[in-house]
């Protein structure tokens, strides 16, 4: 178990999976605004503590 | 426009910041073409209701004379009454602000992040006064005050470490740390304010059912509402300090998983922590430190609990005069003070041991009743 868990962090830390790993992060955002909001600007309200 | 509440907003600011990352990659600053920026955003902050544009001006130049002149007394007397005046001057913009809607007054006193400005000015008056500030510059307190990216609702950063990244231009290498980690804050800000919070508003919050007021729908709405406000709040701070990161400055952070606290004080230590810290700098140490010297009362930790009482109080008032905000305060007074007593006792009767499964256990606790003070502070129940 802990030589499986050793080799996960292992790849992990690879710069290239590091990358990867991010990008998809990074897409997966930028996919989440398309779905919601399309092409549009926001209509987003303010922020609650823009009030105090 | 608000400060990162639009994709135009971001827009802007990302053509604005290309010249800030070039430069900061070359290992260089420009004053200049920050100050640029810095007017830039405060425009598209502020000029679009001309009462706010004239209201911030007027406040900045009150608080420079303000910081100013108490810094040119410093040097030379340090009398009691004169700084209370002076803090007591500082604060009237915001208590003129915060008492005008109570007077069904129109509030054209107050602007966007006034609340923010002020806790800057007096912390800078009463570290004048502590002895730990000795000189300001007009030019060094307007950089602090006008620091575009945090203006709208903070972090509260503190003028000695602010200073210090002025001082600093980071190296090649570092600056490329900052502007990956200012990146990856700013995504972080898109997915909690425009992605979860959008989500938990729009799915749970606004639904005719929640909207209903049943006990049921009240239950599910405590949930929810901390849960919204925290993505919403903690989602600003993160643009705040992502754009702060790029501009070179190590803003403090707001949040570190609140909702994972063991107890009320790892709570406020996690939650806010900007405003939270200065609370208990500028308002319960001072407090504690008072009633110790003159020795009003001896018990030491009854001191505490007025300093507790103290301190949540204002900040509850601090959010607004309203009752809901009032008693949120007062429910976190209660429960920092209900919490030092039984940590306290716990040392003696050992009822609460510490392992695994009680710290899970407590984590849970504690989130409960955070949410129910959410619940409060939200005005739904009164």
Same mark, same amino acid.
């Given at each position: =178990?802990?030589? =499986?868990?050793?080799?996960?962090?292992?790849?992990?830390?690879?710069? %290239?999976?590091?990358?990867?790993?991010?990008?998809?992060?990074?897409?997966? /955002?930028?996919?989440?605004?398309?779905?919601?909001?399309?092409?549009?600007?926001?209509?987003?309200?303010?922020?609650?503590?823009?009030?105090? | 426009?608000?400060?990162?509440?639009?994709?135009?907003?971001?827009?802007?600011?990302?053509?604005?910041?290309?010249?800030?990352?070039?430069?900061?990659?070359?290992?260089?600053?420009?004053?200049?073409? #920050?100050?640029?920026?810095?007017?830039?955003? @405060?425009?598209?902050?502020?000029?679009?209701?001309?009462?706010? +544009?004239?209201?911030?001006?007027?406040?900045?130049?009150?608080?420079?004379?303000?910081?100013?002149?108490?810094?040119?007394?410093?040097?030379?007397?340090?009398?009691?009454?004169?700084?209370?005046?002076?803090?007591?001057?500082?604060?009237? *913009?915001?208590?003129?602000?915060?008492? +005008? *809607?109570?007077?069904?007054?129109?509030?054209?006193? &107050?602007?966007?992040?006034?609340?923010?400005?002020?806790?800057?000015?007096?912390?800078?008056?009463?570290?004048?006064?502590?002895?730990?500030?000795?000189?300001?510059?007009?030019?060094?307190?307007?950089?602090?005050?006008?620091?575009?990216?945090?203006?709208?609702?903070?972090?509260?950063?503190?003028?000695?470490?602010?200073?210090?990244?002025?001082?600093?231009?980071?190296?090649?290498?570092?600056?490329?740390?900052? +502007?990956?980690?200012?990146?990856?804050?700013?995504?972080? &800000?898109?997915?909690?304010?425009?992605?979860?919070? %959008?989500?938990?508003?729009?799915?749970?919050?606004?639904?005719?059912?929640?909207?209903?007021?049943?006990?049921?729908?009240?239950?599910?709405?405590?949930?929810?509402?901390?849960? %919204?406000?925290?993505?919403?709040?903690? &989602?600003?701070?993160?643009?705040?300090?992502?754009?702060?990161?790029? =501009?070179?400055?190590?803003? *403090?952070?707001?949040? #570190? @998983? *609140?909702?994972?606290?063991? #107890?009320?004080?790892?709570?406020?230590?996690?939650?806010?922590?900007?405003?939270?810290?200065?609370?208990?700098?500028?308002?319960? =140490?001072?407090?504690?430190?008072?009633?110790?010297?003159?020795?009003?009362?001896?018990?030491?930790?009854?001191?505490?609990?007025?300093?507790?009482?103290?301190?949540?109080?204002?900040?509850?008032?601090?959010?607004? @005069?309203?009752?809901?905000?009032?008693?949120?305060?007062?429910?976190?007074?209660?429960?920092?003070?209900?919490?030092?007593?039984?940590?306290?006792?716990?040392?003696?009767?050992?009822?609460?041991?510490?392992?695994? &499964?009680?710290?899970? +256990?407590?984590?849970?606790?504690?989130?409960?009743?955070?949410?129910?003070?959410?619940? /409060?502070?939200?005005?739904?129940?009164?």
């Amino acid at each position: =178990m802990g030589t =499986m868990m050793k080799k996960i962090k292992t790849f992990f830390q690879l710069p %290239y999976v590091c990358w990867t790993v991010k990008m998809s992060y990074y897409l997966l /955002i930028l996919l989440g605004l398309l779905m919601i909001y399309g092409f549009k600007t926001t209509n987003s309200s303010a922020f609650i503590y823009n009030e105090f | 426009m608000i400060p990162y509440s639009s994709f135009s907003f971001f827009m802007i600011l990302g053509i604005l910041f290309v010249p800030v990352v070039v430069l900061g990659y070359k290992e260089k600053r420009s004053i200049v073409y #920050n100050s640029l920026v810095h007017a830039v955003i @405060l425009l598209l902050a502020f000029a679009s209701d001309i009462h706010q +544009l004239v209201s911030f001006i007027v406040y900045i130049v009150w608080q420079v004379i303000l910081v100013n002149w108490y810094a040119a007394y410093r040097k030379e007397k340090n009398e009691a009454g004169v700084f209370y005046a002076v803090v007591f001057l500082a604060l009237v *913009p915001l208590l003129v602000t915060k008492l +005008l *809607p109570v007077w069904n007054v129109s509030n054209i006193v &107050g602007f966007l992040g006034i609340s923010y400005l002020t806790f800057k000015t007096v912390q800078m008056i009463i570290d004048m006064r502590d002895g730990a500030l000795k000189t300001v510059t007009v030019k060094e307190q307007l950089m602090f005050l006008l620091f575009s990216p945090t203006i709208s609702s903070g972090p509260i950063d503190r003028f000695k470490r602010f200073q210090k990244d002025m001082e600093t231009i980071p190296t090649r290498e570092e600056y490329r740390l900052l +502007l990956y980690k200012g990146i990856n804050k700013i995504f972080l &800000g898109f997915l909690y304010k425009f992605i979860i919070a %959008y989500v938990i508003n729009d799915r749970v919050i606004e639904t005719p059912f929640i909207q209903a007021h049943t006990p049921l729908s009240t239950f599910i709405y405590m949930y929810a509402y901390s849960l %919204y406000l925290f993505f919403d709040f903690a &989602g600003y701070s993160a643009f705040a300090v992502g754009a702060s990161y790029i =501009m070179g400055v190590k803003t *403090p952070e707001n949040f #570190n @998983l *609140p909702f994972l606290s063991k #107890n009320m004080k790892d709570f406020w230590n996690r939650w806010h922590m900007s405003l939270s810290f200065w609370f208990r700098d500028y308002v319960y =140490m001072r407090f504690v430190f008072w009633m110790m010297k003159n020795k009003w009362i001896q018990n030491r930790y009854t001191v505490s609990y007025f300093g507790y009482f103290l301190l949540f109080f204002l900040m509850g008032v601090w959010h607004g @005069l309203e009752l809901h905000y009032v008693a949120y305060g007062l429910y976190h007074a209660a429960l920092m003070i209900g919490y030092d007593f039984f940590e306290r006792k716990n040392k003696q009767w050992k009822i609460w041991k510490k392992n695994k &499964g009680t710290e899970v +256990l407590s984590v849970i606790i504690t989130f409960h009743v955070i949410c129910f003070g959410f619940l /409060i502070f939200s005005g739904r129940l009164f």
